[in-house]
């Protein structure tokens, strides 16, 4: 590549890189063309009156929407910037008084959106505070008198209110109400607060002592339930027990073997359970005639203690 190659380069870019930004701005400062962003609004006056108003995203000549009035727009003019997408606020504890006379807070969330320029810029010092104060004013006028119940309940209904009255003074102003919603119902007199969390702290603990009792009344009622059913059940068993051994004994005594031997272990049962005391005699002592005579005759004779 030659001197001149790169000479020619160099002028290209220091022409591509300077001169066309300037050239750019010159051409916007003569109102050749305007850059309009999304949601986005340029209002153009001249002298007091206005001259254009673009709404609408996109590159606009000026010389075919003023004609030569582009030329000193910029200079002799003014040029108005506006935002155009939704906004939104929060309002809180707007006072009211309920039909009972108690003291409500009401907070109240709306949207809003610019859809009057000229209204804006020129029908209104404050159009946001003056939005502002209708919403509220509106909030007081509406809602004030309701029934407790339905000012606790109703928020869509109240919402729905709200913003029909706000909806045609807004636009007025360069402003138009979009989703206007009741947040917030709440109590401003912390008297009344503190009585109502008292009233709910008792009927929660009469609440609670009510289910307790009916719980042990229940329990006692199935222990005694039960206890009744067991009661007639070992009686019933108690009943039977007689008859079972009676049927037992007499199909006993059919046999008389069985039955001799049945009662020889029976009476020698009864005899462990006296804990009566045993003398044992070997058999062939010298003791054993003595004692067979006192026992034949009757006439108690005591033993000589013997192995036991």
Known sequence: MTAQTWVVATAAFAVCLVAAPILLGLLRLLGAYVIVDERRCIVYTL??????????????????????????INWLGK???????????????????????????IGVWYEMFLSDPIAYLF????????????????????????????MLENRHEMSQTVRAE???????????????????????????????????????????????????????IIVSTADREAAIEFAKAAALRPQIVGEALHAISRDR?????????????RLIDAKARVTLVPKGSPLMA????????GTPTRASPGPT
């Open 166 to 220: 706000v909806s045609p003074s807004s636009h007025e102003w360069g402003y138009k109400v979009g989703s206007v919603y009741i947040r917030k119902v709440h109590f401003r007199d912390h008297g009344m607060i503190h009585q109502i969390e008292e009233k709910v702290v008792n009927r929660l603990r009469q609440v609670t002592s009510a289910i307790k009792q009916d719980g042990a009344n229940q329990v006692s």
């Open 290 to 297: 003595p004692l067979l005579a006192s026992v034949g005759d």
């Open 79 to 105: 040029r108005y910037e506006l935002d155009l997408s939704v906004d939104q606020t929060y309002m809180r504890s707007q006072p009211v008084n309920s039909e009972e006379g108690a003291p409500m807070g």
């Open 123 to 150: 029908k209104n010092a404050d159009p946001r505070g003056s939005l502002g104060a209708s919403v509220s004013n509106a909030v007081v006028r509406t809602l004030s008198n309701m029934q407790l119940e339905n």
């Open 257 to 269: 073997e069985v039955a001799a031997a049945l009662f020889d272990i029976l009476e020698t049962q």
């Open 47 to 72: 002298f007091g009156n206005v001259i254009a108003i673009l709404d609408q995203p996109g590159i606009f000549c000026l010389w075919t929407k003023m004609g030569l009035k582009a030329v000193v």
